[in-house]
């Protein structure tokens, strides 16, 4: 077998070998004595930088929590509702003119409101009217706060690891 070993892509000099992994390992460490080249470990993040990361990591988990729907019985059963920044919004709109006349002559048999009912994997209009479409978004509100303060309860986990295996082991569960 024929081996070559190369500096920037140039032959510095070949082997004929019949122990191709013995005559490398004397090579390398031949090559590394001419060079003075000496492989380096790989730079390990600090622990104040792994609780960074980790900080970054779950903070993506509690804003994908919070956008990923949330269940309310306003309507009379459970149906999960999409909770994205748009709904969120249009939501918010709506309920602030549930007593207007415009929401009562807009929607006299209700607010249409699309979601899931029980495991139904299909979007049905749900036709909420105006004390439902606040205890919507009071069932929203309280989706949010859960999730953030799940989010701070992990914080404090992550300010309080005293070790890269403690950061590690912090899950969004």
Not at 36 to 53: A, F, H, I
Not at 134 to 147: P, V
Request: net charge negative.
């Amino acid at each position: 077998m024929k081996i070559e070993l190369l500096i920037n892509d140039t032959v510095f000099t070949t082997i004929e070998t019949t122990t191709p992994e013995l005559e490398f390992a004397t090579y390398k460490e031949m090559f590394l004595e001419l060079t003075g080249w000496r492989e380096q470990p790989p730079v390990l993040p600090t622990l104040d930088e792994l609780k960074q990361q980790k900080y970054i990591e779950m903070s993506a988990s509690c804003a994908n929590a919070i956008t990923a729907g949330f269940v309310s019985s306003c309507s009379g059963q459970a149906v999960k509702y999409d909770s994205d920044k748009d709904t969120q919004l249009t939501m918010q709109g709506i309920a602030l003119n549930v007593n207007s006349p415009i929401f009562a002559s807009k929607y006299p048999n209700g607010c249409p409101v699309r979601g899931y009912v029980g495991d139904s994997t299909t979007k049905t209009v749900q036709w909420l009217n105006a004390e439902q479409v606040l205890a919507l978004l009071a069932d929203l509100s309280d989706h949010i706060g859960q999730c953030k303060q799940k989010g701070w309860g992990i914080q404090a986990s992550i300010e309080a690891c005293l070790t890269v295996a403690e950061v590690e082991a912090i899950e969004w569960i």
